[in-house]
């Protein structure tokens, strides 16, 4: 197992540097520069602009100052859409607020789907269950930006509970909404691997020992089938933790709040390069951190698992 | 987490695969077609689902595999009800502006020249406030009629939806196929490489390329729309495709090719991908929805469909912004939206569960 995470840890390095590379000849490929706008520069000042950067120099010594000062100091420069700002420091501004919301998105989602999973598994073919499917495909169906505005419409706009967006702090009910947005494809996502998970467990012999042996339905479900029907969540959420980045980038759009997700579409908007590679790094070292954990977890979960 | 798995997907154990060689729809065995009672004795009528009775050898109507699993599909309702819908839709949206155009005049892009024409307008509102067939769904800010809009955005959605999956199809199949069947070092290899591109932030790396290369025209955004969008979903199709063709490919009918000195991509593409096609249609099927998703996220961000032309995320972005005064402009793209996606769901799980009836439900 250590030898396992070892390998993978080692193997993230390489890959960051990748991405790191591939975005950064991505930017520099396209035509154009960060700083042509409506106007054409004069060309005394485009020049003293080349030089501040560091444009002036050739392509390779260029790549080598920015991979230099990533691997050395992990100084990601600073941005050019925010003049004075660090790109280091833009993300640590940022980061909890995503962080906050993503992780809110993800546990609403986990609590609410496991349950309505469980209750449709528990029941199959009744009405709780294809309420529970309906449910679940209408998450799956409608996309997160056309729920959040309708919900705004509906909780903010008519019934006035709610306020409609902005970032108030932490404990403000300005969380509520976006999360809810964020949770619903999850939601319905989990609902279903739950419900398909647990429906394989409860047919299988162990769980029939145990109703044999006569305990009660909760207990069967809730100290045996579970454990089991849970594995398809716990291996959903490598790949989920992924879309809730995107969905992030979405909702913070709809909702303005400043977090990484609207800097980074700013940033690409704006053809910020250092803050545009300091957050594609930074979201793939999270991404891949996080995976290694789902793996361990899955490992330690259901001990047939050997790495 | 046994890699040789026939499927790796998170939603289904692992378990053989419903598709067997015996009557593959690649070459289908001798069997009498519908309608066509053979008399034969009982040894010479071959082939699966064929009828033997007791006294005559009778042939009677043969079957095959697919035809089993359209008989199933059209027994689930929910799948059939999606099918229908995603018909309609998709005719709607393929003839829908030209009918419109012939009907009233107005295209997509139609900018009334009347300065008084040149607002918002609710569903079914003539310009003084009665009732109108003119606009069915409204207009725009700018007086274009919406429903036209809805259903051009239906077009280059599904446009897109069907052409990124494709193009998903076709490297992710390749991959999966010639990784599965080579095997050893250079399949380690193969899904070591998948492994670490599945978590990438890819949407991230293709909001980067789209912002980076915006085309001017909007036809040059529409392919780089569908080179991006094709890249992302071939993965889990490449997993998909390695794990049937790893338990296809020590079969016998593998075997006799190779016998028979059929070289290995003619073994690959023309023997053993033909029988992996139930699964490849299944996630196919579940796969367009997921790409038609992203385009109009990546739409509304602004990276995807530029305008004049209208996708259905472009569309949600315009309306989100008028929510608050003119909610059916955000309405009505996202409620077709909804639907479509909602459609297309349940035919692929109608799909799956056809195709693989081993799942009791």
Known sequence: MLRFIIKRLLITIPTIL????????????????????????????????????????????????????????????????????????????????????????????????????????LKPNSRWDYASMGIAMLGISIPNFVLGPILVLIFSLTLYWLPPSRWEGFASKNIILPVITLAAIYTAYIARLTRAGLLEVLRSDYIRTARAKGLSESQVVFRHALRGGLMPVVSYTGPALAFLLTGTVVVERIFILPGLGNYFINASLNRDEPLIIGIVAFVAIVLLLMNLLVDIAYAYLDPRIRY | MNKDSPDNLPETPNREPAITPLGTPHEPPIRAREGNIIHTSPELAVGEGDVRSA???????????????????????????????????????????????????????????????????????????????????????????????????????????????????????????????????????????????????????????????????????????????GSISWLTMARIVRGQVLSLKNQEFVL??????????????????????????????????????????????????????????????????????????????????????????????????????????
């Open chain 1, 18 to 121: 990748i991405v790191i590379s591939i975005t950064w000849g991505l930017v520099r490929l396209a035509p154009g520069n960060f700083y042509t706008g409506e106007k054409k520069l004069p060309p005394a000042i485009e020049k003293n602009i080349r030089e501040k950067y560091g444009l002036d120099k050739s392509w390779q010594e260029q790549y080598r100052r920015t991979i230099w000062g990533i691997v050395r100091h992990l100084d990601f420069g600073t941005s050019l859409t925010y003049p004075g700002q660090s790109v280091n420091a833009i993300i640590a501004r940022s980061l909890p607020i995503s962080a906050t919301i993503g992780l809110l998105a993800y546990l609403f989602a986990l609590l609410i789907g496991i349950s309505m999973g469980t209750i449709a598994a």
């Open chain 2, 55 to 229: 006294e005559l050898g009778e042939v009677v109507e043969g079957t095959s595999l697919w035809r089993d699993a359209w008989r199933r599909l059209l027994k689930n309702r929910l799948a059939l009800f999606g099918m229908v819908v995603v018909i309609l839709i998709t005719i709607g949206a393929l003839i829908g502006p030209f009918i419109i155009k012939q009907l009233t005049g107005i295209t997509p892009d139609f900018i009334p020249s009347d300065a008084a024409l040149i607002k918002a307008f609710p569903p079914f509102t003539a310009p003084d406030g009665s009732f109108s067939w003119k606009h069915p769904m409204g207009t725009d800010n700018q007086g274009r009629d919406l429903l036209a809009r809805v259903l051009q955005g239906g077009q280059i959605s599904l446009m897109v939806g069907i052409i990124a999956t494709l193009m998903s199809l076709i490297i992710g199949v390749s991959y999966g196929a010639v990784a599965g069947y080579l095997g050893g070092r250079i399949d380690n290899l193969l899904m070591r490489l998948v492994d670490v591109l599945y978590s990438l932030p890819y949407i991230i790396i293709v909001i980067v390329l789209l912002s980076m290369f915006k085309k001017e025209t909007a036809q040059g955004q529409l392919i780089l729309l569908f080179i991006a969008l």
């Open chain 2, 256 to 361: 006799a090719a190779r016998a028979t000195g059929v070289s290995t991509p003619r073994i690959i593409f023309r023997h053993i991908v033909p029988n992996t096609l139930g699964p490849v249609i299944v996630y196919a099927t579940l796969t367009i929805p997921t790409v038609m998703l992203s385009e109009a996220f990546l739409s509304f961000l602004g990276f995807g469909v530029q305008p004049p032309l209208a996708s259905w995320g472009s569309l949600a972005a315009v309306g989100s912004q008028n929510i608050a005064i003119y909610p059916w402009q955000l309405l009505f793209p996202g409620l077709t939206m909804g639907l479509t996606l909602f459609s297309l769901n349940f035919l692929g799980d109608g799909l799956r569960d056809a195709l693989d009836p081993q799942i009791q439900r």
